[in-house]
């Protein structure tokens, strides 16, 4: 599946009873930009592109948050949207469909741009100007997981994909794969 917080919303929208049973990894999500090389640069009252769907529109504003670019209402959280922007926050965001950040990175000062759509652009995650630490608070709601029907939660061999998952070989092959 993807993270948690998209499975939440998921399950909401769809009446499901979709339930995690095992944990992968936070995927990082990172401001990319081809005008700036660091934070720093980006100037007051610029434009970031980030994704308009809900729950990566949140964390990409939890994000630009940590990266001193916007600050939220009540210092944000994973229900943050663009409504909550405080207009004390440094750039402006312009929200767009997912797939395209990347186009539009060059008409923009950054943007905040999903791992597959950096990938797939050949964005190298290391030149990002920014990402959020997948070890923080504000990212567990984005661990992506595995998720089986609420009556599977016990199935034998969902538990032995989740368990060849967590084998380092698996582990570094995914990690060169997503070059994170």
Request: hydrophobic share 40%; no cysteine.
């Amino acid at each position: 599946f993807q993270h948690l917080q998209f499975l939440a919303q998921y399950n909401v929208e769809a009446s499901d009873d979709l339930t995690p049973i095992g944990a992968t990894y936070v995927v990082p999500l990172n401001l990319y930009s081809e005008k700036h090389t660091s934070v720093d640069q980006i100037p007051a009252g610029g434009t970031i592109a980030v994704p308009n769907d809900p729950s990566n529109l949140t964390r990409a504003l939890l994000v630009l948050q940590q990266a001193g670019l916007v600050e939220l209402r009540d210092g944000g959280n994973s229900l943050s949207g663009e409504s909550d922007v405080l207009p004390s926050s440094k750039v402006k965001i312009q929200a767009v469909d997912a797939s395209q950040t990347v186009v539009g990175l060059g008409t923009v000062d950054g943007a905040i741009i999903n791992n597959n759509f950096a990938l797939d652009a050949d964005l190298d995650p290391n030149k990002a100007l920014f990402q959020d630490d997948p070890k923080s608070k504000t990212a567990e709601p984005y661990i992506n997981v595995f998720v089986a029907r609420a009556a599977d939660k016990n199935n034998a061999t969902y538990a032995k994909v989740v368990k060849i998952w967590h084998n380092p070989e698996v582990l570094a092959a995914k990690k060169k794969e997503t070059k994170n």
